[in-house]
């Protein structure tokens, strides 16, 4: 999959090309070219894509957004096959562009987010067709999603059709995770509430998020050329959201999601300690010497639900607590 590839040519820069001609020599050194430059012609393009393209609204339309799955049987609906297909619009068309959906009241509605990356702002173009209603989605989990990435002439340059297995949407340290502009897309989405087998053995999952994302080339590859992207081009993905799981990246016992602390959607900036590493990358929490999953004193494999001393917060994150589960 080419989204967790994230920054797969960047080796490039700084790289010498040397050529020889009789007795002169001249090298030609690669130069990123100006982020700021990019993102204009970026969010140009993408704009126009979105004014002079549209989807298949109409037929999402038709049928109930979700399905009611308290009935017996599930009273299902055609939506939870519904995939999004962009379409060039005729100039005798009456279908709506998809900027027509900018800020709509209802669903399909397409809403701008700002993303802040690399010292830029970059507006974030997100078609939610529905939101879900599963699991929210952390930017420190895993998701299962699938998907269909394209450029802005319609070359798709990746997909997955079938759900195989989940991928982590942030890079942390030597572990891949997808591009920036993907994962602040899929945030906004929620999982599936379950699924059903259909009279041909396809599997069907309900109520999932389904949407599209336009991404500006700074929050996606950038000057990487990857496969049939070319170096600054924006991208698109289409999606639907199935399933979300745990992370733990510093193997502590607590998953990632549950160490951002303060609720705000990162975990980056969440430091007990105080020693420079977020609590998500941090086997010892607390800083007391005691390491996070040796704070599991009732061995249920879950730290969070210790606290020995009565104060209200765990051990694992108070460093008067130094208890150890630890035997040997």
């Known amino acids: 999959m080419k989204i967790t590839k994230l920054f797969l040519a960047t080796f490039a ?21 100006d982020r700021y430059e990019v993102y204009v012609e970026n969010l140009a393009e993408i704009e126009a ?7 298949n609204y109409a037929e999402f339309q038709e049928n109930a957004p979700y399905s009611d799955l308290s009935t017996t049987p599930a009273t299902i609906t055609d939506n939870d096959s519904f995939k999004i297909e962009f379409e060039e619009l005729e100039e005798t068309s009456s279908d709506l562009s998809i900027m027509s959906f900018l800020d709509s009241p209802t ?14 702002e970059y507006k974030l173009y997100v078609l939610t067709v529905r939101e879900g209603r599963g ?25 997955a059709v079938t759900i195989n297995t989940a991928f982590n949407l942030t890079s ?7 591009i920036p502009g993907f994962r602040e897309g899929l945030i906004k989405f929620k999982t599936s509430e379950g699924f059903t087998d259909n009279v041909s053995g396809e599997t069907v999952y ?14 996606g590859y950038f000057s ?28 502590d016992g607590v998953p990632s ?27 010892d929490d607390d800083g007391d010497g005691v390491l996070t999953r040796y704070e599991d004193i009732d061995g249920d494999g879950d730290p969070t639900n210790d606290d020995t001393n009565g104060t209200g917060t765990p051990n694992y994150l108070d460093p008067t607590s130094t208890e150890s589960n630890q035997t040997n």
Do not use: M, W
């Open 49 to 55: 894509f979105l004014e002079s393209h549209t989807f």
């Open 224 to 251: 990487s050329a990857v496969s049939e992207i070319p170096a600054y081009a924006p991208v698109f993905f289409r999606f639907r959201v199935i399933t979300r799981s745990d992370t733990d990246y510093d193997l």
């Open 135 to 159: 699991d929210s989605v952390h930017r420190l989990d895993k998701a299962a999603v699938l998907y269909k990435g394209s450029l802005s002439d319609g070359t798709v340059f990746d997909s």
């Open 206 to 219: 309900h109520n999932h998020g389904i949407g599209a994302v336009f991404i500006p080339s700074g929050i």
């Open 107 to 120: 669903y399909p509605k397409l809403e701008t987010h700002i993303i802040d990356q690399d010292g830029f």
């Open 172 to 178: 942390v340290g030597s572990t891949a995770g997808v």
């Open 257 to 283: 999601h549950l160490e951002d602390l303060d609720g705000d959607g990162f975990g980056s900036n969440d430091d007990t300690d105080g020693d420079g590493l977020p609590n998500f990358v941090d086997n």
């Open 13 to 33: 820069i700084g790289i010498i090309l040397t050529s020889c001609k009789k007795d002169d020599e001249f090298t030609t050194q690669f130069i990123e070219r």
